[in-house]
């Protein structure tokens, strides 16, 4: 049986190391050289956002243009749903994708926030946003403090998905919002838990009136192939 704590760092270096390649991308897409790039066009000139280095600028666009979209694609939600709330995004990686939504006070938990911050993604440029540097089988918030709880493509990510529900419960108030984007699959070294209908219901069903909303070989950003879903779930 494998050492935990070895495959919880492969998991994190495979993680950090992705999202360094997609700074990378990110550039090209933004100079025009990669095109689309995860089925979002390039830029044109007047919707590039302009700060101070050509990586900040490439992200920010990035951000703009596409993850604050998939964000309100993939979770099927208007942007001011949530108005007057505060908004937990589990496993917010190291774009908080979630200010799509506005009106609300966002909280992006998220496990490698130093490492991001390393790796130059420009956290500080969000100042609408409550990074919250945490594990989601820990969860470094008050009980009954979240009054919604979104998730997209990420909770196959955590170490102990047990420990993850049972954490977003003692976070969520009672009869809080609840919705997650979630993507069925094979364990892989980044996505180590693998999902099904039956797994999720016995896992999140103390969330009152949880559904299954909608299913799809696709998202925002990907085609899948048939083995794998993404499922979008829902108590509201």
């Avoid at 540097?133 to 979240?146: M, S, T, Y």
């Avoid at 299913?215 to 192939?225: C, E, M």
Wanted: with cysteine; net charge negative.
């Amino acid at each position: 049986m494998p050492d935990e704590s070895v495959t919880q760092q492969a998991k994190q270096a495979a993680e950090l190391q992705f999202w360094i390649e997609e700074i990378t991308r990110y550039r090209k897409w933004y100079r025009g050289e990669l095109s689309p790039l995860y089925r979002t066009p390039g830029p044109l000139e007047h919707q590039k956002v302009k700060s101070t280095s050509e990586k900040d600028s490439s992200i920010l666009t990035w951000h703009r243009l596409h993850q604050e979209v998939k964000y309100l694609e993939d979770l099927d939600l208007p942007a001011d749903v949530f108005q007057g709330m505060k908004v937990l995004d589990v496993g917010a990686g190291p774009i908080p994708s979630a200010t799509c939504f506005k009106g609300c006070r966002l909280y992006c938990l998220e496990p490698l926030i130093p490492q991001y911050l390393e790796a130059g993604f420009p956290l500080h440029y969000y100042d609408n946003v409550n990074f919250v540097h945490g594990a989601a089988e820990n969860i470094p918030l008050k009980d009954d403090f979240i009054n919604a709880v979104i998730s997209v493509n990420a909770i196959d990510h955590v170490d102990d998905i047990e420990a993850t529900s049972s954490e977003i419960r003692r976070v969520l108030k009672p009869g809080g919002l609840f919705r997650m984007h979630v993507h069925y699959h094979q364990a892989m070294v980044c996505e180590p838990i693998v999902l099904n209908d039956r797994i999720f219901r016995e896992l999140f069903g103390w969330c009152g009136d949880l559904r299954k909303l909608k299913v799809s070989n696709s998202n925002h950003s990907t085609l899948l192939d048939d083995q794998e879903s993404y499922v979008l779930w829902s108590n509201f």
